[in-house]
T-cell receptor, first 123, second 112 residues
């Protein structure tokens, strides 16, 4: 099945360590995203990429960097981890779809397909 | 940037009753509004979405309504079932940005 996978699923590390979280997808989507989820704060966008040569900062990019090595792979790095980066990290992909319906109206959807998440703890 | 407010943060309903979750957005250029459901320990998954040229959309027991003038949209779940218990996130997307801004989530508990 086409899917979005993340490694590792759980990671405990210490302050100051460099950490890389990896995301792979077999959906063939060009667009990939990294989010972090904190209790009560929802999902916040860290970085996103619309193709291999495209990297864009999201709402909370400070302290993070990314690499889009191929269409199917998007990695998130924490250069020097700190405790307030303890969170659940999700990768996602999307493939916007516009349909022309009967009557000439258009239907738009941009479903984001999330990976299973990586739970990161920084001590 | 866009700001999405979601209410309530928690909601408990009896099985069979209806549940309504409301979101407001700040950017009048936003034109796409999806809702995601996240079950405990699972990944978020899209359950329904609406575009700004439509006022209401239904899919079986769930529906979304949009009021562009007031810049708010709502998720309605009828005949709730225990398996509807989850955290629900609303989101908005500014036209052409392809970036979603999420609300903070509503934890829905359906009591059997």
């Amino acid at each position: 099945d086409a899917d979005v996978t993340q490694t590792p699923r759980n990671r405990i590390t210490k302050t100051g360590k460099r950490i890389m979280l990896e995301c792979s997808q077999t959906k063939g989507h060009d667009r990939m995203y990294w989010y972090r989820q904190d209790p009560g704060l929802g999902l916040r966008l860290i970085y996103y990429s619309f193709d291999v040569k495209d990297i864009n900062k999201g709402e909370i990019s400070d302290g993070y960097s990314v690499s889009r090595q191929a269409q199917a792979k998007f990695s998130l790095s924490l250069e020097s981890a700190i405790p307030n980066q303890t969170a659940l990290y999700f990768c996602a992909t999307s493939d916007p779809l516009v349909k022309v319906l009967a009557g000439g109206t258009t239907s738009f959807t941009d479903t984001q397909y999330f990976g299973p998440g990586t739970r990161l703890t920084v001590l | 940037g866009e700001n999405v407010e979601q209410h309530p943060s928690t909601l408990s309903v009896q099985e069979g009753d209806s549940a309504v979750i409301k979101c407001t957005y700040s950017d009048s250029a936003s034109n796409y509004f999806p809702w995601y459901k996240q079950e405990l320990g699972k990944r978020p998954q899209l359950i329904i979405d609406i575009r700004s040229n439509v006022g209401e959309k239904k899919d079986q027991r769930i529906a979304v309504t949009l009021n562009k003038t007031a810049k708010h949209f709502s998720l309605h779940i009828t005949e709730t079932q225990p398996e509807d218990s989850a955290v629900y996130f609303c989101a908005s997307m500014r036209a052409g940005s392809y970036q979603l801004t999420f609300g903070k989530g509503t934890k829905l508990s359906v009591i059997p």
